[in-house]
């Protein structure tokens, strides 16, 4: 277990200084008695102990110390310092004097035999029984031969020495010069762990409580550097983000699947758009209805067991408002006519003029201030797909909104004939559109995209096949007909001013029965064919010629060449294409006039 490693000098080999004139003494098994330390470096591996009083300082007789030679590890003082043996590691005790006139076989009688010395000490004075105080206590146990601590000499009351760095011995009985110089530090043990600059002590070194901290290490390991402590810190960043990310990814999925479950928790607050500006683009359907509204009103007619409900709007600010015939009709010459203005105010009107040819008529309002008239359009300048906007009441419903286009212009339709003898038939060369409109509409206006009137909604084609929106409560499918402005404007201005509205006539009599491609002049009837001195008649027209263009555009029935002379004025020209026999003519005529009714 010990190869390889130098002999440590036992406290027992090691040489000792001694004073001029003393020299070794007989074999001593114990000079002091009990608890005396005799081997300062065994006392140094017992802690705990403690020793007795020293008995006083002897000096040894003349001749004693020429028999003890260098070999004795005890040596009388020297002088001042030189008793206490500290410096090497070893401390000597104080012999008492009756130890140095003692001889070698008193040591037999203090309690042993001379060989109870240990091997290598040299004898010693030895302290004679009968000096020995009665009453010194003995140590706890009996000594051990071994001097094994802490159980060695010499004995368990001894203090613990001041801790000794093992220092290298000089050769057996070699004699030290007083005052020794500090011994050298012991060389280190290797170190367990190559790795390692600092290694930890082995276990059978002693603790140096003063001696320089060193680095804690508890397994050995390796001092991580500055990069791998950064790599770690980085790792343990990463893997806590996860875990985060982790669980905050479960938690927010329980929250979202309760909330979802349940409804969440408290009160419920809706999010909202904030309050936006009222303005709005004047050509939007939004601008145009803000524009228009104040000049369109809503009418209730009563009279004759009747009741009907439409819609008009504001010609000037005299107060006349232009509406349909087929609206205001049921009122008679006694009925009553309520004009209720976009924002409720009511007023009661009176019938200026009306015209069932062209479906139109006239009221007036007395005593109401600030009236906006609505601002005419021109029909002829209307396209197919034009945007326009619709407003009436529908059903009552009034200041109602719709929008659409112009799906088609001077389109011949005819209204009313619910007489039978066509004295209430309409004749309309209309704008259609599919804005919806509805029973209610008759009457109101069709607008552009500048909020002028280019049309009088006045008709629908509903799923029965009626046309009429006066008697009939069918619903729109997006087919309604409006009055050309250019032709309400002129007949409006006839009704205010005169009363009645005069229409555009040719002078001739037409089959209505005629099933064939045309409009064809009547042959027999009531009265002539062709009225005389009239337009026809100056133009050539005889009875039987059929009808075919009107201006260059073709005419299919006599419904069709009706509607497109009235949407002349009366003193315009026309030029009409005849068929007669086989044959086919062109004539150019001077439309006349006739009082409407």
Same mark, same amino acid.
């Given at each position: 277990?010990?190869?390889?490693?130098?002999?440590?000098?036992?406290?027992?080999?090691?040489?000792?200084?001694?004073?001029?004139?003393?020299?070794?003494?007989?074999?001593?098994?114990?000079?002091?008695?009990?608890?005396?330390?005799?081997?300062?470096?065994?006392?140094?591996?017992?802690?705990?102990?403690?020793?007795?009083?020293?008995?006083?300082?002897? %000096?040894? &007789?003349? +001749?004693?110390? @020429?028999?003890?030679?260098? !070999?004795? $590890?005890?040596?009388? /003082? #020297?002088?001042?310092? =030189?008793?206490?043996?500290?410096?090497?590691?070893?401390?000597?005790?104080?012999?008492?004097?009756?130890?140095?006139?003692?001889?070698?076989?008193?040591?037999?009688?203090?309690?042993?035999?001379?060989?109870?010395?240990?091997?290598?000490?040299?004898?010693?004075?030895?302290?004679?029984?009968?000096?020995?105080?009665?009453?010194?206590?003995?140590?706890?146990?009996?000594?051990?031969?071994?001097? %094994?601590? &802490?159980? +060695?000499?010499? @004995?368990?009351?001894?203090? !613990?020495? $001041?801790?000794?760095? /093992? #220092?290298?011995?000089? =050769?057996?009985?070699?004699?030290?010069?007083?005052?020794?110089?500090?011994?050298?530090?012991?060389?280190?043990?290797?170190?367990?762990?190559?790795?390692?600059?600092?290694?930890?002590?082995?276990?059978?070194?002693?603790?140096?409580?003063?001696?320089?901290?060193?680095?804690?290490?508890?397994?050995?390991?390796?001092?991580?550097?500055?990069?791998?402590?950064?790599?770690?810190?980085?790792?343990?960043?990463?893997?806590?983000?996860?875990?985060?990310?982790?669980?905050?990814?479960?938690?927010?999925?329980?929250?979202?699947?309760?909330?979802?479950?349940?409804?969440?928790?408290?009160?419920?607050?809706?999010?909202?758009?904030?309050?936006?500006?009222?303005?709005?683009?004047?050509?939007?359907?939004?601008?145009?209805?803000?524009?228009?509204?104040?000049?369109?009103?809503?009418?209730?007619?009563?009279?004759?067991?009747?009741?009907?409900?439409?819609?008009?709007?504001?010609?000037?600010?005299?107060?006349?408002?232009?509406?349909?015939?087929?609206?205001?009709?049921?009122?008679?010459?006694?009925?009553?006519?309520?004009?209720?203005?976009?924002?409720?105010?009511?007023?009661?009107?009176?019938?200026?003029?009306?015209?069932?040819?062209?479906?139109?008529?006239?009221?007036?309002?007395?005593?109401?201030?600030?009236?906006?008239?609505?601002?005419?359009?021109?029909?002829?300048?209307?396209?197919?797909?034009?945007?326009?906007?619709?407003?009436?009441?529908?059903?009552?419903?009034?200041?109602?909104?719709?929008?659409?286009?112009?799906?088609?212009?001077?389109?011949?339709?005819?209204?009313?004939?619910?007489?039978?003898?066509?004295?209430?038939?309409?004749?309309?060369?209309?704008?259609?559109?599919?804005?919806?409109?509805?029973?209610?509409?008759?009457?109101?206006?069709?607008?552009?995209?500048?909020?002028?009137?280019?049309?009088?909604?006045?008709?629908?084609?509903?799923?029965?096949?009626?046309?009429?929106?006066?008697?009939?409560?069918?619903?729109?499918?997006?087919?309604?007909?409006?009055?050309?402005?250019?032709?309400?404007?002129?007949?409006?201005?006839?009704?205010?001013?005169?009363?009645?509205?005069?229409?555009?006539?040719?002078?001739?009599?037409?089959?209505?029965?005629?099933?064939?491609?045309?409009?064809?002049?009547?042959?027999?009837?009531?009265?002539?064919?062709?009225?005389?001195?009239?337009?026809?008649?100056?133009?050539?027209?005889?009875?039987?010629?059929?009808?075919?263009?009107?201006?260059?555009?073709?005419?299919?029935?006599?419904?069709?060449?009706?509607?497109?002379?009235?949407?002349?004025?009366?003193?315009?020209?026309?030029?009409?294409?005849?068929?007669?026999?086989?044959?086919?003519?062109?004539?150019?005529?001077?439309?006349?006039?006739?009082?409407?009714?």
């Amino acid at each position: 277990m010990n190869e390889g490693k130098p002999t440590k000098a036992k406290w027992w080999s090691r040489p000792r200084q001694v004073p001029p004139g003393v020299g070794e003494v007989g074999p001593v098994e114990d000079v002091s008695g009990p608890g005396v330390d005799r081997d300062s470096d065994t006392n140094h591996h017992s802690d705990g102990d403690y020793e007795l009083d020293r008995p006083a300082t002897v %000096t040894a &007789p003349t +001749g004693v110390a @020429g028999a003890a030679g260098a !070999a004795s $590890p005890y040596v009388a /003082p #020297a002088g001042p310092g =030189a008793g206490s043996g500290v410096g090497d590691g070893d401390f000597e005790l104080e012999r008492p004097a009756a130890a140095l006139q003692g001889s070698a076989p008193d040591a037999e009688a203090l309690g042993g035999p001379s060989d109870a010395v240990p091997a290598g000490r040299a004898p010693v004075a030895a302290v004679p029984a009968q000096q020995a105080p009665e009453d010194r206590p003995r140590p706890l146990h009996d000594p051990d031969p071994y001097s %094994t601590p &802490p159980y +060695g000499e010499p @004995g368990p009351w001894a203090p !613990a020495p $001041p801790v000794q760095h /093992p #220092a290298a011995t000089p =050769a057996h009985g070699t004699a030290m010069p007083p005052g020794p110089p500090p011994l050298p530090a012991p060389a280190p043990l290797p170190a367990p762990y190559p790795s390692n600059p600092h290694p930890a002590p082995a276990p059978w070194q002693n603790y140096d409580p003063w001696a320089a901290p060193g680095p804690l290490q508890q397994n050995g390991a390796a001092v991580e550097t500055k990069t791998q402590r950064r790599k770690r810190a980085r790792k343990a960043l990463v893997l806590g983000a996860l875990a985060l990310a982790l669980v905050s990814g479960g938690v927010g999925g329980a929250v979202g699947a309760y909330l979802e479950r349940n409804g969440g928790v408290g009160d419920i607050t809706l999010p909202q758009a904030a309050k936006e500006a009222p303005g709005r683009a004047t050509d939007s359907v939004a601008g145009i209805a803000a524009r228009a509204l104040p000049s369109v009103v809503t009418l209730h007619v009563r009279g004759s067991g009747e009741a009907d409900t439409g819609t008009g709007f504001v010609l000037d600010t005299r107060g006349h408002i232009l509406t349909n015939n087929h609206v205001v009709e049921p009122a008679g010459s006694g009925g009553e006519i309520t004009v209720t203005f976009s924002g409720g105010e009511s007023a009661r009107a009176t019938v200026v003029g009306r015209d069932r040819g062209y479906d139109l008529a006239v009221v007036k309002v007395s005593g109401v201030v600030g009236l906006r008239p609505m601002a005419l359009g021109n029909s002829d300048s209307v396209q197919v797909g034009d945007p326009v906007v619709a407003i009436g009441a529908p059903f009552d419903l009034a200041n109602t909104v719709t929008s659409g286009i112009i799906s088609a212009k001077e389109r011949p339709i005819t209204a009313g004939g619910a007489k039978g003898d066509g004295s209430d038939v309409s004749y309309v060369d209309a704008l259609q559109t599919d804005a919806p409109i509805n029973p209610g509409n008759s009457g109101g206006p069709l607008l552009d995209t500048r909020a002028r009137v280019i049309g009088i909604n006045s008709a629908i084609r509903s799923a029965d096949g009626g046309t009429d929106l006066q008697g009939g409560q069918a619903g729109s499918i997006g087919l309604g007909f409006a009055i050309p402005v250019n032709q309400a404007r002129r007949v409006a201005e006839e009704l205010i001013n005169t009363g009645r509205a005069t229409h555009p006539v040719i002078g001739v009599m037409l089959d209505m029965d005629y099933t064939g491609d045309g409009a064809r002049v009547g042959t027999k009837g009531g009265g002539a064919p062709v009225t005389a001195g009239g337009p026809g008649a100056k133009a050539g027209i005889k009875a039987g010629d059929v009808i075919t263009e009107v201006d260059g555009q073709r005419v299919h029935s006599g419904e069709e060449l009706i509607v497109k002379t009235r949407a002349h004025r009366p003193g315009d020209r026309l030029r009409l294409t005849l068929r007669r026999g086989g044959s086919q003519r062109t004539v150019t005529l001077v439309l006349g006039s006739a009082s409407g009714g």
